[in-house]
């Protein structure tokens, strides 16, 4: 690897990472270290914790013990670099329904602070099989499309941790092989944590937690 792919490797420790709401303990003592060119898929029963845990790896909640380290090159990055850091995506994440696609992706994008052209625009939603759908209002969408266009929101500035809550949700079988497809392509450039039920996804992990055990 040469030096300016030594700086690109992004590392994610989970050091004893513990979770509590209250009396409630959902996550304890997890510890796990995932970097560029790896899959770490969560696993586990509904109610285990996996969505507590990706949003812990994303930094959008605290562990109650235990840290987070984000690393690229080499050196910890802070958790306010995270909208440069991550792409995220889960059933949580919602568009601006009255807003066409295009419109959501470039308001994203500027709040991001990153420029992104028409061309960029529809080049990402062609790779999604969602060309010729940019100027659609978001609210004509199906739930299937939008999980598509989740991946155009995620991907757009490049980062180097993609963290998916639920991959697949609401896609058909072409949506599936694409998301697989989107995923063994992107390890070559990117971490990836996923959190999932579905054993073909599972089976995408060079790590497995598995909550709940």
Not at 8 to 27: C, D, H, I, P, T
Not at 32 to 56: E, H, M, Y
Not at 164 to 193: F, M, W, Y
Request: glycine share 10%; hydrophobic share 40%.
């Amino acid at each position: 690897m040469t030096t300016d792919g030594k700086a690109r490797v992004f590392e994610l420790a989970l050091e004893s990472v513990s979770k509590s709401y209250g009396a409630r303990q959902v996550l304890r003592s997890v510890s796990a270290t995932v970097r560029t060119g790896q899959v770490l898929a969560i696993t586990g029963p509904n109610g285990s914790g996996k969505s507590t845990l990706i949003k812990v790896a994303c930094r959008l909640v605290r562990p109650t013990h235990g840290q987070v380290l984000w690393k690229l090159g080499g050196k910890e990055i802070p958790a306010e670099a995270g909208r440069k850091i991550i792409g995220f995506i889960s059933p949580d994440l919602m568009f601006y329904d009255e807003l066409t696609a295009a419109e959501n992706l470039r308001f994203f994008a500027q709040a991001r602070g990153i420029k992104i052209t028409d061309e960029d625009i529809e080049s990402a939603l062609r790779s999604l099989h969602l060309g010729g759908r940019g100027a659609d209002v978001v609210g004509s969408y199906s739930s299937g499309m939008k999980q598509r266009l989740k991946y155009a929101f995620a991907l757009q500035h490049d980062p180097p941790l993609l963290l998916l809550d639920e991959p697949t949700a609401n896609l058909d079988t072409q949506g599936v092989s694409l998301v697989h497809d989107l995923i063994e392509d992107s390890k070559r450039s990117k971490c990836i944590v996923i959190a999932t039920n579905e054993p073909e996804e599972v089976g995408l992990g060079d790590i497995i937690i598995k909550l709940g055990a």
